[in-house]
């Protein structure tokens, strides 16, 4: 059972980086909702109703947070989240639900680890087509304006990632 403020832990990084291994991990440790943005796109796509998604798997998302976080529940969301209006929006999610909200910015630092993550993973979303190396090093991912933890998977497993990530949140 839940007790206390619910807190939207918002994981974001480019793909490739570890965000859902670890957003995976974490949401089972703490006993969370994993709200993550590709499979919402993917199911999207998959009934072909929408031809072009903008913004829509990030609105459906947002509205699938708030829900749960409005039951009390944690929410960890997993997104790329590259830039200052979505990392707002996902702030704004949590103050509509009087949730707290707490932002880790995932990344790879080692340039050689992520593009072998990247050229050698294999989707886990069915039909879903994971974007190239170049595309992912091409991605407009502008730099963060504000406080938030950095989780470098690069030579850390995804328990010391949780770890440090509930740490975070203890002292928060």
Request: aromatic residues 6%; contains cysteine; glycine residues 8%.
């Amino acid at each position: 059972m839940q007790i206390g403020t619910p807190t939207l832990i918002i994981l974001s990084g480019l793909p490739g980086a570890g965000k859902t291994t670890l957003g995976r991990a974490l949401a089972r440790e703490i006993g969370a909702v994993h709200v993550r943005i590709d499979s919402i796109e993917q199911a999207i796509w998959a009934w072909g109703f929408v031809k072009d998604l903008e913004d829509v798997g990030y609105r459906v998302g947002y509205a699938l947070a708030l829900d749960n976080l409005r039951l009390g529940l944690d929410v960890v969301a997993d997104c790329v989240n590259p830039w200052g209006p979505t990392r707002q929006a996902w702030r704004g999610v949590a103050r509509d639900a009087a949730a707290a909200s707490f932002e880790v910015e995932v990344i790879c630092s080692d340039t050689a680890e992520h593009r072998r993550r990247v050229e050698t993973r294999p989707p886990d979303v069915p039909g879903h087509i994971l974007p190239t190396w170049q595309e992912v090093i091409e991605r407009d991912y502008r730099p963060w304006e504000g406080e938030r933890l950095v989780i470098d998977t690069t030579r850390r497993s995804v328990e010391a990632g949780v770890a440090e990530i509930q740490a975070a949140l203890a002292r928060a």
